[in-house]
């Protein structure tokens, strides 16, 4: 199944396009999808902690794949293993930077589709000049972020609670997380 497509006097062959076309569709998703909602229900904090501490255990993962499947696969000529370590080289330095952000992203988005157990975490309410930040001092975590300061104060409106901006300064709340399959808390 050798199809090609001509478009503009050049032949194109038709698995190219449909490559090209699923790894357009996969980074639309993760771009305009996945990276805005991970980002409305985890703390900037943790997303970073997830990508400085556990990203390269899954990258490590993924490269023993990828050397292993590649060793069965390549003929056992030197010329042939010497391309593919410097291949394999190569991957692994562009492909750590390239590949952070989405397999973090990934994994965290894996982490939210089922929640284990509930985390009640207090905090206590920065309310200056109508600038609303959050302080956990039990782990020294500070909200900032006004995205997830509203996210938060909407969960407390449906829950029929005070909103943020009618508490002093001073006050404390009870923010409830969800921890999902790997762990990680995330606001539902």
Not at 12 to 23: G, P
Not at 27 to 48: A, C, G, R, T
Not at 67 to 81: C, M, N, Q, T
């Amino acid at each position: 199944m050798n199809k090609t497509i001509t478009i503009f006097g050049k032949q194109i062959k038709l698995r190219r396009i449909l490559f090209y076309s699923i790894f357009i569709v996969i980074f639309s998703i993760y771009s305009f999808v996945e990276k805005p909602f991970i980002k409305s229900i985890y703390l900037k904090s943790d997303i970073e902690y997830f990508a400085n501490n556990h990203f390269w255990k899954i990258y490590l993962v993924i490269i023993i794949f990828f050397l292993l499947f590649g060793f069965f696969k390549i003929e056992k000529s030197k010329e042939a293993i010497g391309g593919f370590l410097l291949a394999t080289i190569f991957f692994l330095i562009v492909g750590y930077v390239w590949l952070n952000h989405f397999i973090t992203t990934q994994t965290l988005f894996l982490n939210q589709i089922k929640s284990v157990e509930k985390k009640k975490v207090v905090y206590q309410v920065f309310n200056h000049d109508k600038i609303i930040s959050l302080s956990n001092k039990t782990n020294e975590e500070f909200i900032f972020d006004d995205s997830f300061t509203e996210k938060i104060d909407r969960k407390r409106k449906m829950n029929q609670q005070k909103s943020l901006s009618q508490l002093k300064h001073g006050d404390t709340i009870n923010v409830f997380y969800d921890k999902g399959l790997f762990g990680f808390k995330y606001l539902n």
